[in-house]
């Protein structure tokens, strides 16, 4: 146990440094435990501090938790605490550092707390008498953002123990609500591009979430909370607390691509009183507002609740598109004295938005094909095509330890149900004279259900080194059935006036079948750190998952039957990882891990094809240097992928592109250096081909994926009560993505691009308890024409031009 201790206070030494600095302040003979943030997030948080001096304990967790906590400095003299390790309420955690020490905590109306001697139920009754008097709490009071808000390195995803992003050996990027809100993100879209070697697709007519990491897509899938999550619609951005990139496979996890993932971590109830509403616009017609509020109920010290809700009914710079959205998440979570948690949440989410294909390529003479030179507003479907999608989400998340053992037992469950329906029009040809064909497709009656259920166990033990262990299993279940229309071809209008001529929205339905696709996996899993030495690291994964899938079509009109099944299988997955803390500040890495994904039977208008599992491996490496004070991170790392029995979804057809093999290096670099001064950046450069000895693909370049991308962030707030410039900031970003072909046989390219954006804000003087913020900026300054993705020659994504925006946000 003491090589236990020692190992983790070594790696927790520059987490220390950075809370301590933000923290300690000695005013008057009295302790001041003073974050930057004032009243920050009160959710229920992963703690990890070690047993030592009480006012050093109290710094760490008062900086963690974001709250203002004073005390007279005699009180904490001499004492000592047992230190804090799991996931804890502030409340809650509170208690827990102060057991044993004769001390106890108050709550002031503003908020703040204070320790104080336990006292008899008469004494308590003078407790106002005797606060101590040299504490001056108002006049801490900061104007404008809240520095916690930028401040993400908690990793909760692609790893099953809490860990700093400087503990993990692999590349994490945490990406914070507040950057969302700064860049006036309009969807989840906005953010990918902030990772190195992260870009988007076409995402089934814009109307679903869809990006490629490390030159691998997986298109509709994407993880909330962990869970893998198909869905035909966006992720709504008010439900976000922040987005969690892991690059490359985690063999514990199972079915993922070997690029990496995408999870969305939602926001929690906390304790403490917080509420928001928000509005947003832009000069082509969005109209959004959002609103949020959370705190306890009844002033309980263990029931908490939140409601999060928005709606949208906006347009947007291309024609005939608009989009029409609503949302409600509300939870609520019960905290125990003991570590106890229960969380039970659900979302409902209803809306309807326009299915843009985007525009199209036209042939050329030698074969090749361009991207047709149109105006970025053309639309080719005719001002009908549209998705509407309406889900019910339900999850339920408990924790219960196991008394004086150090295990907690801890248990998910998700269920999804959606409901939807699209039409769209899909062009089908170009003639030499521009003359083009189109049709009208769609899906009816689309009912898509998800269940996934998780058990697992949490610990610490010593058997010949420190160890902790995640164990359990998962069982992950997808049923999707649908009636597929197809009609019949139209020729008229041109590629230049493609509303020249009246496309009819269906009379003769030339194909209507009706589908259903159930896919199934579950498995054991465990994660497994070892402390090898007070400075290295080993962590092991594994994974036997079990899987099948079943698929029907039915012809309607006639009755005729076809089935393609997979049948049931198995696919053990590894992974190992080493960290290696240099110097406190410096750590180096590296891992290998393999992947798998069983495919999908894929249904188009053509063809039903069962492909086999994509299966693979990564091995990365690289070094992470903590700087400023812990305030600045800096990554660097190198990867190499390989991945068999890829596919590729070619003007809606599925098409085996044999394998893949990726390697590059990432640059990123994230922090607050200075007070006030945010930034974050990335380079990205990527090697990726196209292995398939069959066919004339061989050694190409994937779809969609560029040699390089690179990324820029930056926001500075002024700071400080006697600055007269306090609550004013301004934020910056630079986009940069370079060349990217249309299709794996290089018919045509999409061309780089580089977007320039720009904002201010300020918040106005507090009234009350209530500050307002305004935001006003541009997006894409210098109006770039730009294309974001290519599903195929007739489905090319158009970038939004110049747009000015703006912005309100209550908080109160």
Excluded: C
């Excluded at 190195?196 to 109307?207: E, L």
């Excluded at 039409?423 to 689309?446: C, L, S």
């Amino acid at each position: 146990m003491k090589n236990q201790k020692m190992a983790a206070a070594l790696i927790n030494k520059r987490r220390k440094a950075r809370q301590l600095l933000l923290s300690s302040i000695v005013l008057s003979g009295s302790l001041l435990y003073q974050p930057q943030s004032v009243f920050a997030d009160n959710a229920q948080q992963h703690y990890e501090i070690q047993q030592g001096d009480l006012a050093l304990v109290l710094n760490q967790f008062a900086s963690r938790a974001g709250i203002l906590l004073s005390a007279d400095a005699a009180l904490t003299s001499g004492k000592s605490s047992q230190g804090l390790s799991g996931d804890y309420a502030t409340e809650q955690g509170l208690n827990m550092i102060l057991a044993g020490t004769g001390l106890t905590f108050s709550k002031s109306a503003d908020n703040s707390y204070y320790l104080e001697k336990k006292r008899s139920p008469e004494q308590q009754m003078t407790v106002a008498d005797n606060r101590p008097q040299s504490v001056n709490l108002e006049a801490l009071m900061v104007m404008g953002t809240p520095q916690f808000r930028y401040d993400s390195r908690e990793v909760k995803t692609g790893t099953r123990i809490a860990k700093d992003v400087t503990e993990m050996a692999r590349s994490v990027d945490i990406i914070p609500e507040q950057l969302l809100l700064d860049s006036q993100a309009r969807e989840m879209e906005d953010v990918y591009k902030l990772s190195p070697n992260v870009v988007n697709s076409d995402g089934y007519g814009g109307t679903r979430e869809d990006y490629l990491i490390r030159g691998f897509r997986r298109p509709a899938d994407i993880y909330r909370n962990g869970v893998r999550l198909k869905t035909g619609r966006r992720i709504d951005p008010a439900t976000v607390d922040n987005i969690q990139i892991i690059k490359g496979p985690v063999a514990d996890i199972g079915q993922m691509m070997p690029g990496g993932l995408v999870n969305i971590i939602t926001k929690k109830p906390q304790l403490e009183n917080e509420n928001h509403l928000s509005t947003s616009f832009d000069e082509y017609g969005q109209q959004r507002a959002v609103f949020d509020s959370t705190g306890a109920i009844a002033d309980s010290h263990n029931l908490a609740y939140r409601v999060t809700g928005s709606w949208e009914d906006s347009e947007t710079f291309r024609d005939n598109s608009d989009i029409d959205r609503r949302f409600l998440s509300s939870s609520l979570s019960w905290f125990g004295d003991e570590g106890e948690y229960i969380n039970v949440n659900y979302e409902y989410s209803k809306e309807k938005r326009s299915f843009d294909r985007g525009v199209i390529t036209v042939p050329l003479a030698n074969g090749k094909r361009k991207i047709a030179d149109v105006s970025s507003d053309t639309s080719y479907d005719a001002g009908f095509s549209f998705n509407e999608v309406e889900s019910n989400l339900v999850e339920i998340d408990t924790i219960f330890p196991i008394k004086q053992s150090g295990w907690n037992i801890e248990s998910k469950l998700f269920y999804n149900s959606e409901k939807a329906d699209d039409t769209h029009v899909e062009v089908g040809g170009v003639a030499t004279d521009g003359t083009i064909t189109r049709g009208v497709q769609g899906n009816i009656d689309r009912e898509l259900n998800t269940f996934f259920a998780r058990l697992q166990a949490r610990g610490e033990f010593d058997l010949f080194l420190p160890m902790k262990l995640v164990t359990g299993v998962e069982y992950h279940e997808q049923d999707e059935e649908w009636i597929n229309f197809a009609g019949s071809a139209q020729t008229g209008g041109t590629v230049a006036s493609p509303n020249s001529y009246p496309l009819i929205n269906d009379i003769v339905v030339t194909s209507l079948n009706h589908r259903d696709v159930n896919m199934k996996s579950y498995g054991p899993f465990a994660q497994l750190d070892m402390q090898a030495s007070d400075e290295i690291t080993i962590t092991l994964g594994f994974r036997e998952e079990f899987y099948s899938a079943d698929f029907e079509r039915r012809v309607l009109s006639s009755g005729v039957v076809t089935s393609a099944d997979t049948p049931h299988d198995s696919k053990f997955t590894k992974s190992a990882g080493v960290v290696w803390n240099v110097i406190p500040e410096v750590s180096l890495y590296t891992s290998y891990a393999d992947t798998f994904m069983a495919q999908n039977v894929y249904t188009g208008q053509q063809q039903q094809t069962a492909l086999p599992p994509q299966e693979g491996r990564q091995y990365e490496a690289g070094v992470k240097w903590s700087t400023f004070g812990d305030r600045l991170l800096l990554t660097m790392a190198y990867f190499d992928i390989k991945q068999n029995n890829v596919y590729e979804s070619v003007n809606g057809e599925a098409e085996l592109t044999g394998g893949i093999d990726t390697n590059g290096v990432e640059f990123s670099v994230a922090g607050s250096p200075v007070s006030g001064w945010n930034i974050r950046a990335s380079l990205g450069l990527l090697n990726a081909e196209i292995v398939s000895e069959d066919t004339e693909t061989n050694g190409n370049r994937p779809t969609n994926v560029p040699e390089h991308t690179a990324n820029l962030w930056t926001s500075y707030e002024f700071q400080g009560v006697d600055n007269p410039l306090s609550g004013f900031g301004i934020g910056g970003g630079i986009t940069h993505v370079g060349n990217r072909y249309g299709d794996s046989e290089h018919s045509f390219d999409l061309g780089d691009y580089t977007l320039v954006d720009a904002g201010i804000w300020y918040y106005f003087p507090a009234i009350g308890s209530s500050t307002l913020r305004v935001d006003l900026g541009v997006k894409n300054i210098t109006d770039e024409k730009y294309y974001t993705a290519s599903g195929g020659a007739y489905r090319i994504s158009v970038g939004a031009p110049r747009t000015v925006f703006g912005g309100l946000r209550l908080d109160f």
